[in-house]
């Protein structure tokens, strides 16, 4: 499913204009990036948790050549689902 079909779900089971379902889902996800840029998490009752995890700098190696590299230390999203979202997909 990608964002077009996700519209078109949430426009039909709500009964919104696909213009204004396309309005609420872009809001959510500005609402769930601003909560995880200032470091916060969301979390959906039933649905899972959104967080930010630290990931610490390493060193890699180059497939290609062999030689080191320097992996720098960043943040990357997290997601972790809920009981009634891991019964509904099991």
């Not at 872009?26 to 959906?44: K, M, Y």
């Not at 995890?53 to 190696?61: E, I, L, Y």
Request: charged share 20%.
């Amino acid at each position: 499913m990608n964002k077009n079909d996700l519209v078109a779900a949430v426009a039909s089971s709500t009964g919104l204009s696909k213009s204004d379902a396309a309005k609420a889902i872009d809001g959510t996800v500005d609402a769930i990036t601003a909560a995880l840029q200032g470091g916060g998490e969301v979390r959906l009752v039933g649905f899972g948790t959104f967080s930010v995890s630290h990931r610490k700098a390493t060193t890699g190696r180059n497939p290609r050549t062999g030689e080191k590299i320097d992996i720098a230390a960043t943040n990357v999203p997290k997601f972790k689902s809920g009981k009634a979202l891991k019964a509904a997909v099991n």
